[in-house]
């Protein structure tokens, strides 16, 4: 609360605990690849948040048909 000679104010205060916060790639490209053969592209996902994090990749296989794998350092 702030306050005056002749007023007084409420001012909000809005603050965020930690948390995680994920970095990754915008955008992800593969490049064109021959029927029936595959290609593989490592991406690096950092938790660079104050709190741990859990990330889950879901692709539609009737669309993209894909795997993703964990890999941990």
């Not at 593989?40 to 669309?63: C, F, H, Q």
């Amino acid at each position: 609360m702030c306050q005056t000679n002749t007023e007084q104010y409420v001012v909000p205060i809005f603050a965020r605990g930690p948390r995680p916060i994920l970095d990754f790639p915008d955008e992800i490209v593969f490049p064109v690849v021959a029927v029936k053969n595959s290609v593989t592209k490592t991406i690096l996902v950092r938790n660079v948040g104050d709190k741990p994090a859990e990330i889950v990749l879901a692709v539609d296989e009737y669309v993209l048909p894909c795997l993703v794998h964990r890999c941990t350092l």
